[in-house]
């Protein structure tokens, strides 16, 4: 079974470009999730998808912020326009279901360095 | 609001040496928690779960973390560490009935040969 991937692996952007970032879940795991960590700090919560629904996304910055999971199966996160303060390590996770046993499985993380 | 927290930053240790890592959450309700580790290059895996039941949790690679209900506690432990035991900790908490995870800070383990 393949695991969780996210692409790219890494990208330098300049302030005030775009950026989206891909997270491909488990496939039939129905709940995706977005984390972000900045450096120094502790890895924060963005949201939460249920197949296609936005089902948490209390964790997102502002509104620079958009993700989508269109079909259910893959997901984006886009962010524009870029500033520096969105430098960090962004980590998609996914379960089957949202029950509280299930582990989350996480992906290698897209490393994001805004200059 | 639900918090996780980490007492170590950063832990220096020789092979052999035993392992013990902090971590105090704050939440009244049903607790759920976890330790995750990032080894070098590597994606965040899951070493053990705390749900319910025997609060003395083993996860892999040798590994436990025990619950202490009074002291809002969720320590991992580890006899004897090896060099392969570098890599980074998380200690985390469910929150509420999504599932969303909140992380402690983090603890980097340097395991000298």
């Known amino acids: 079974e393949a695991g969780v991937t996210q692409f790219p692996s890494h990208s330098v952007i300049e302030k005030g470009q775009t950026v989206t970032l891909r997270c491909d879940p488990i496939s039939g795991h129905d709940n995706l999730y977005w984390y972000r960590r900045v450096m120094g700090k502790e890895i924060k919560f963005l949201l939460h998808?249920?197949?296609?629904?936005?089902?948490?996304e209390s964790g997102m910055p502002n509104n620079r912020f958009l993700a989508e999971r269109t079909g259910g199966t893959y997901s984006t996160l886009k962010v524009q326009p870029a500033e520096l303060e969105d430098s960090g390590v962004y980590f998609c996770a996914s379960t089957r279901t949202s029950g509280r046993s299930n582990e989350q499985f996480f992906g290698p993380g897209t490393r994001l360095t805004v200059l | 609001a639900q918090s996780v927290s980490q007492h170590n930053h950063h832990v220096i240790l020789s092979e052999a040496a035993s392992l013990e890592l902090g971590c105090n959450y704050s939440y009244g309700g049903t607790v759920n928690l976890f330790w995750y580790v990032q080894y070098p290059g590597q994606h965040l895996q899951l070493l053990l779960k705390y749900f319910s039941g025997d609060p003395l949790v083993k996860g892999i690679k040798g590994f436990e973390a025990e619950f202490i209900k009074s002291k809002f506690s969720f320590n991992l432990r580890k006899p004897s560490v090896q060099w392969s035991d570098t890599a980074e900790y998380f200690c985390?908490?469910?929150?509420?009935?999504?599932?969303?995870?909140?992380f402690g800070q983090g603890t980097t383990l340097q395991v000298k040969p």
């Open positions: 985390a908490a469910l929150s509420g009935n999504t599932g969303k995870l909140i």
């Open positions: 998808f249920v197949k296609e629904s936005k089902q948490d």
